[in-house]
């Protein structure tokens, strides 16, 4: 497509149950990101991909977080074992560039707002 | 950590006039910094980079000034319009981009 898709777009989980976060990125893009963003803040690192490898997972916050890009297109965040903490709008990115920098930036898709109850 | 972040957390402007929307960081190993546009259940939307080795870029009724001397980055939307209302971040590069906090911009009929 002609942007990065992410679904769903609401998600309402209760605490204690697992969710997935799918994101699909722009075709041919080689790096892919996610970001958390709570409520008035900016967005906050989690992990990078470039292409199938992880190459970053300093921003997870704990290990009930897990993302993967098993043919370095699509990529889902996993989290297990929701906590209202938990609750924000989840953001990817996708970039062209190798390394994940260069002009631009990175181009977001509109999110996944989480909400647990 | 490293981070970036703005001076004022909201900004309310006339329609017609010009805003001005400031930001420091502190990573002076950046290679780029980055304005992005965020309205309300979108994702951050690119306006404007600039690379480090640079004082001024301008786009369409853009102009993006980097001051490496006191990591000073500011935006400045010329003849701000009510399409312009949104929250605006600035964001520094270095291997991942890094977010500041958010301004939220106003624009007064």
């Known amino acids: 497509g002609a942007g990065v898709s992410q679904s769903p777009r609401y998600k309402v989980a209760k605490r204690g149950q697992d969710v997935a976060l799918r994101c699909d990125p722009i075709s041919g893009h080689v790096s892919l990101f996610w970001y958390q963003q709570a409520l008035g803040q900016g967005p906050e690192f989690l992990t990078y991909?470039?292409?199938?490898?992880?190459?970053?997972k300093s921003g997870l916050p704990s290990d009930r977080f897990f993302a993967e890009r098993p043919e370095g297109s699509v990529s889902t965040l996993k989290i297990q074992r929701t906590q209202q903490e938990d609750s924000a709008v989840y953001l990817c990115?996708?970039?062209?560039?190798?390394?994940?920098?260069?002009?631009?930036?990175?181009?977001f898709g509109s999110g996944t707002r989480l909400t647990v109850v | 950590g490293e981070s970036v972040g703005l001076h004022l957390p909201t900004l309310s402007v006339q329609e017609g006039d010009n805003s001005i929307i400031n930001c420091a960081y502190s990573n002076s190993a950046s290679d780029y910094f980055i304005w992005y546009k965020q309205e309300s259940g979108k994702g951050p939307q690119f306006i404007i980079d600039?690379?480090?080795?640079?004082d001024k870029r301008q786009g369409q009724r853009v102009t993006v000034l980097l001051n490496k001397t006191v990591k000073h980055l500011s935006l400045q939307i010329a003849a701000t319009q009510p399409g312009d209302s949104a929250v605006y971040f600035c964001?520094?590069?270095?291997?991942?981009?890094?977010f500041g906090k958010g301004i939220t911009l106003s624009v007064r009929p």
């Open positions: 990115a996708s970039s062209p560039s190798s390394r994940g920098t260069g002009p631009r930036g990175y181009t």
């Open positions: 964001a520094e590069n270095y291997s991942k981009l890094t």
């Open positions: 600039i690379r480090s080795n640079m």
């Open positions: 991909f470039q292409n199938e490898a992880q190459l970053d």
